[in-house]
């Protein structure tokens, strides 16, 4: 079946790494997708990993892909107060032609001083 | 970069009035969603459509329906709105070619039924 499943909440201090996880269950995802969702907004792309790649890297970004156990995780580095958001991660496992999006429920992180 | 546009941000309706959200894209994607949003919950995938007057339902179609009548727009119809449509409603998109086939979304609508 398809699920995808998160922490519902992070605190972390400012100016340290936010480690966020996520496991899911489709094998046949061909992308893993991370979204950041400020309040009030919608969601916005953050990154995203292919599914034969172990480790991405984009700025402060890095995603890591452990595909055996279905487990993705987001670190951020030095982390800032405009980071505090919720994050998901989506796998897409193909149905007929084409992709659909299976999202978690969301890590909320929330970044103190 | 792409855009896509939800028409309203706050939308306040009463129940049993016949409800559009709309949803315009300006990068001529084949794909378009409609997901609402509840805290804890996630998002869950209303309905899509992959073409011009083609639809699919999601997780959650019971209560709605959509229309696709031009590329560019996909509106979500909520044909006699209940207090527990109350939510917040995404519009997403995404191209039709490709492996790699990432949503972008709107803004989203916030809109409660009184």
Redesign the interface.
């Known amino acids: 079946g398809e699920d995808v499943e998160q922490s ?1 909440f992070l605190s972390v201090r400012e100016g340290d790494s936010s480690v966020i996880n996520c496991t899911y269950t489709d094998s046949s995802s ?2 893993l ?1 991370w ?1 950041k969702q400020e309040p ?6 953050l990154t ?1 990993i ?1 599914s034969n790649m172990d480790m991405k890297q984009d700025q402060r970004l890095t995603v890591l892909l452990n595909k055996k156990d279905k487990h993705l995780s987001l670190r951020i580095a030095d982390t800032q107060t405009g980071d505090s958001a919720i994050y ?1 991660c989506a796998e ?1 496992p193909r149905v007929g ?5 299976i ?4 890590t909320r992180l929330a970044v103190h001083p | 970069d792409v855009k896509v546009t939800q028409s309203s941000r706050y939308l306040v309706k009463r129940t049993g009035e016949k409800v559009f959200l709309e949803c315009v894209q300006d990068m001529d994607h084949e794909n378009m969603f409609w997901y609402r949003q509840d805290p804890g919950l996630g998002l869950r995938l209303i309905y899509f459509s992959y073409d011009v007057k083609m639809k699919e339902k999601g997780d959650i179609p019971e209560g709605y329906s959509v229309s696709r009548e031009k590329k560019e727009r996909f509106s979500l119809i909520l044909e006699s709105a209940s207090t527990n449509q109350t939510s917040m409603y995404l519009c997403a998109s995404s191209p039709g070619q490709g492996r790699n086939q990432p949503q972008h979304f709107g803004d989203g609508t916030r809109l409660s039924i009184l």
């Open positions: 519902l061909t992308y997708y979204y009030g907004a919608g969601l916005q792309l995203y292919f998901f897409s032609g084409y992709n659909k999006l999202f978690g429920a969301g």
